[in-house]
């Protein structure tokens, strides 16, 4: 650890406000680097080198040189000499301040120090964001680890959130939640799976022009972030009255849009229902609901059941999809899934 000449000037001034002594500042060779006298600057300081020397308080009781009476005293930082702080003076006079001038410079270059070092680690951080955002190969270890060192952890799974428009503050982020700004007007959120931040942004974006993409969870963050974007993408073109695009809801939109884009819970759902008896009764209750238009008295009379019975089938539909029939663009996604089951 050096002192800077701006940190040594900084540590003379504060202390000059305090007593009213002409304080000097020398680094660990004795130049001194910092002075309520600037014509000083730049000169040895003899009683501070043979302070450096003795590794203790030097006293001058008369002027040598460009050394005026004064007291001399090591700045120390992690066991070693790293500068020296004088006070000009009678010796008898200005020695009592002596310690509690070192105690005060010291705790400054520690406060620097750690300035320094926070400053640091949050360029670290900034930097590691950058590449993980933009990263498009897997995560190997190197990268991981790198992660790690800076508190982040790669290897838990996230969604990207990605707000489009203006923001009236920053929401507050907890333990492992991240925030990148792409640019003007799109900030990214990176956080983890479980985490309830669409909730802390509803005081923090501007209704007005604002839309929120949400990705779906993965361990690797820019798949996330490319499936926040295509969803915003999607309900824009669209014209999909919505404010928050969520693509879990819009991967189907994306499907037919994207042949190469998998669409297998739909038609996994079909192979695992095929299976037994009740899935079974449940598909053919689908079918029959879309070849009727959805009109309960006719499947009702069709499957032979209670309209109770039908209601209570097409909710178990629902439970285990996720995707109630009744609404078209969910029947749309069901009856697809079951096309790409019958044709596989």
């Not at 897997?138 to 952890?153: M, Q, S, T």
């Not at 290897?155 to 333990?175: C, H, N, T, W």
């Not at 929120?212 to 915003?232: D, F, L, P, T």
């Amino acid at each position: 650890m050096k002192i800077s000449q701006s940190l040594a000037q900084e540590i003379a001034e504060k202390v000059m406000m305090v007593i009213p002594y002409n304080v000097n500042i020398m680094d660990e060779v004795g130049l001194i680097i910092g002075s309520g006298e600037n014509d000083r600057i730049g000169t040895y300081h003899h009683g501070a080198i043979k302070a450096i020397e003795r590794g203790a308080i030097e006293c001058v009781y008369s002027s040598e040189g460009f050394s005026k009476p004064g007291v001399n005293i090591p700045i120390h930082f992690n066991n070693k000499i790293i500068g020296v702080i004088g006070i000009s003076g009678e010796p008898s006079i200005v020695e009592p301040f002596a310690e509690l001038v070192r105690v005060t410079a010291e705790l400054l270059i520690n406060q620097e120090l750690l300035f320094k070092e926070r400053r640091v680690k949050e360029q670290m951080k900034e930097e590691f964001l950058y590449q993980w955002v933009f990263r498009v190969d897997e995560y190997d270890e190197a990268f991981i680890n790198n992660g790690e060192a800076i508190g982040i952890l790669v290897k838990i799974p996230r969604k990207a959130i990605l707000v489009k428009g203006s923001m009236l503050k920053e929401p507050y982020l907890q333990d492992q939640e991240y925030v990148f700004k792409l640019n003007q007007n799109r900030t990214l959120f990176i956080v983890p799976t479980g985490s309830d931040l669409l909730k802390r942004l509803e005081t923090a974006i501007s209704q007005e022009n604002t839309i929120i993409g949400i990705g779906n969870s993965h361990i690797h963050v820019a798949k996330s972030i490319q499936e926040a974007k295509r969803a915003i993408e999607i309900a824009a073109k669209m014209s999909l009255p919505i404010t928050i695009c969520d693509y879990e809801e819009l991967k189907f939109i994306d499907y037919l849009a994207h042949k190469d884009i998998p669409l297998n819970e739909m038609s996994d759902f079909f192979k695992q229902m095929d299976e037994n008896a009740k899935g079974q009764e449940l598909i053919e209750t689908l079918i029959c609901y879309i070849k009727n238009n959805g009109d309960i008295n006719s499947i009702s009379k069709e499957l032979h059941i209670h309209r109770n019975s039908l209601a209570y089938r097409l909710q178990r539909i629902e439970v285990l999809t996720n995707k109630n029939p009744k609404k078209f663009m969910d029947l749309f996604q069901l009856f697809t899934g079951y096309i790409l089951y019958k044709m596989q």
